[in-house]
């Protein structure tokens, strides 16, 4: 019986890998800018999945370069 056990928990994962929740790019690029310190350290975006909700909004930067 534990043989058989041990076949059926051979440790891999059968299920489907959560997606990873988007960021939405507005926020993101408005979240840096409010980043003003000197010593303020890159933001890493490897592996960010951004989603672009204002593509069809010209004025979603405007408040940021007045």
């Known amino acids: ?3 058989f056990m041990a ?4 440790g891999s994962n059968s299920r489907a890998e959560a997606p990873a929740p988007t960021i939405d790019f507005t926020e993101f690029v408005k ?3 409010a980043r003003t310190t000197d010593d303020a350290q890159p ?3 490897n592996g960010i999945d951004l989603s672009f909700n204002d593509q069809n909004n010209p ?3 405007d ?4």
Do not use: R, S
């Not at 076949?7 to 051979?10: H, L, M, N, S, Y």
């Not at 408040?63 to 007045?66: A, E, K, M, S």
């Open 1 to 3: 019986m534990a043989l």
């Open 7 to 10: 076949g059926c928990f051979d």
């Open 31 to 33: 979240t840096q800018f």
């Open 43 to 45: 933001a890493n975006v």
């Open 59 to 61: 004025q979603a930067f």
């Open 63 to 66: 408040d940021l370069l007045q």
